[in-house]
């Protein structure tokens, strides 16, 4: 399993979610986040401002599906048709095993699955 985080500007963060829901992937967390990228953040006039306000989501995808998923956050997040400074990132990470805590059932990397004695 991989987790990508997604960090997005904050108006397509619907966007990018409804893709993922029709793409097949409706688990996503959400959270407001500040940050700034290689642009070091806007300067207006005579001020800098280098906490720039983003969206961060989360989800765990199979391994198999993370090429798709992936392009279908960038399809959705991008500026226009070539993209702009500022249209965020993604980062990909091994996820080893997941548990739901309502059931207490842990999946595995692999996709088994065992439910754990509490």
Known sequence: MI???SIVRPEKVDNVLAALMEAGFPGVTKMSVVGRGKQRGIKIVEVTYDEIPK???LTVVQD????F???TIIK??????KGAYGDGKIFLVPVEAA?????GIREAADGS???VAI
Not at 64 to 67: E, F, I, T
Not at 99 to 103: D, E, K, L, R
């Open 3 to 5: 987790m990508i985080r």
């Open 55 to 57: 969206e961060m989501l």
């Open 64 to 67: 198999k599906d993370k090429d």
């Open 69 to 71: 998923a992936v392009r």
């Open 76 to 81: 959705a997040a991008r500026t226009g048709e």
């Open 99 to 103: 548990y739901t805590i309502s059931s």
């Open 113 to 115: 699955t065992e439910e």
